[in-house]
């Protein structure tokens, strides 16, 4: 069944079934299912749907754009980079006379001044400041955590992994991907709580997870996030 509102159409099933109230769900496809006790009218699911809608579209598109992958970035004015959690702008300024590319960012808007406005040179100028950030809240985080464990990492190193988002070796060496600066704080701070956490446990096995859980009791959150939204982690 197709109902369009506000110039947007969404097509959804509908399944009655034993229950007091209807109930939305959204799938790894991006389809929408309502479940409805027996005998609701369809104005009633109509309503339902129309007071959510704003909710539903928005679900659906970011399950169709993770399901599709990330859309290959342009580096003009006003397309928006994650960071910290939150999508912003860029704003791009040509300064021929600057030593190097550089990225500020005034709390609404990542600023990128550049010699050349070649796509390449900016992209790098954004990687530069994820990994500068990324250092810089990795370190303030182990710092805040320390007071857990008894040892201390031996070397913080951000890397470029297409894999995992931090690692630690046998000789406490931790690292970090460079796009945690992209995900929430407190996500970055799973990630760090977790790569500590195998300074004790080298393994994952259910010590490591009840110290996980003790230092971050809401933990499985930060993974869903993460799991959830890292395909527009991207430059």
Known sequence: ??????????????????????????????????????????????????????????????????????????????EHFLYLGKSYPINIRQ???????????????????????????????????????????VEESIASYQHHFKTKPRSIKITDSP???????????LTFNWKLAMAPRDVLDYVVVHEMCHMVHLNHDRSFWRLVGKIMPDYKDKERWLALSNWKMTV
């Open 163 to 173: 894999t995992t988002w931090g690692t630690c070796d046998s000789n406490l060496r």
């Open 95 to 137: 300064d021929s006379h600057a030593k190097q590319d550089y990225v500020s960012f005034d709390g609404a808007v990542l600023h990128i001044t550049a010699k050349h406005l070649d796509n390449e040179a900016l992209k790098q100028s954004l990687k530069r400041f994820y990994y500068q950030q990324t250092k810089a809240l």
């Open 1 to 78: 069944m197709n109902h369009t509102y506000l110039g947007e159409t969404i097509r959804f099933e509908i399944t009655y079934k034993n229950r007091k109230s209807i109930g939305i769900s959204i799938d790894s496809y991006g389809d929408v299912h309502v479940s409805a006790p027996k005998k609701t009218s369809d104005e009633q699911v109509i309503n339902v749907l129309e007071s959510n809608w704003d909710a539903i579209l928005q679900k659906v598109n970011e399950v169709k754009a993770r399901f599709n992958g990330p859309e290959e970035k342009v580096y003009e004015n006003d």
